[in-house]
Nanobody, 123 residues
Framework: QEHVVESGGGLVQAGGSLRLSCTGSGFSLKYWAVGWFRQAPGKEREEVSCISTNVDDTSYSDAVRGRFTVSRDNAKSTVYLKMNNLNPEHTAVYYC????????????????WGQGTQVTVSS
C-alpha cells in the first residue's frame, strides 16, 4: 500500500529548529510534488509549503515564509522541511502529502497522505 512517512518531529524549546523529513512507502516521492501541512489543536489543517518535483517551484504560507524552508533530495526520494526560530504557535501535527503536480499541491489536491509527526515547541 502506498503512503508517505514523516519523521523528525519532537519537542523543542522556543527559538530552536527542527528538520522534518518525508519519504514514500511503496512508491518513490521523486516523481511527485510534495506539500507540507499542519494541524494545531482545535484548528483546521492548513497548508504550509509545496515543492515541485524539480525544485523549480516552491510556495509558503504567509505564516511561515522566511522561517521555514522546503527542499528535496530526489536521489534519496526525500523531501525536507527545515523550521527555524520556532515558537509555541508552531506546535502542531505536521503532515506531508504527494500531489500529481505543483499546481495540484497548491490546490490541496493531494494523492497520498502521511500519518503526521508531532512538533511541540515549549516556551
Amino acid at each position: 500500500q502506498e503512503h508517505v512517512v514523516e519523521s523528525g518531529g519532537g519537542l523543542v524549546q522556543a527559538g530552536g529548529s527542527l528538520r522534518l523529513s518525508c519519504t514514500g512507502s511503496g512508491f518513490s516521492l521523486k516523481y511527485w510534488a510534495v506539500g507540507w501541512f499542519r494541524q494545531a489543536p482545535g484548528k483546521e489543517r492548513e497548508e504550509v509549503s509545496c515543492i515541485s518535483t524539480n525544485v523549480d517551484d516552491t510556495s509558503y504560507s504567509d505564516a511561515v515564509r522566511g522561517r521555514f524552508t522546503v527542499s528535496r533530495d530526489n536521489a534519496k526520494s526525500t523531501v525536507y522541511l527545515k523550521m527555524n526560530n520556532l515558537n509555541p504557535e508552531h506546535t502542531a501535527v505536521y503532515y506531508c502529502a504527494a500531489a500529481a503536480s505543483f499546481l495540484a499541491c497548491t490546490r490541496n489536491e493531494m494523492y497520498r497522505w502521511g500519518q503526521g509527526t508531532q512538533v511541540t515547541v515549549s516556551s
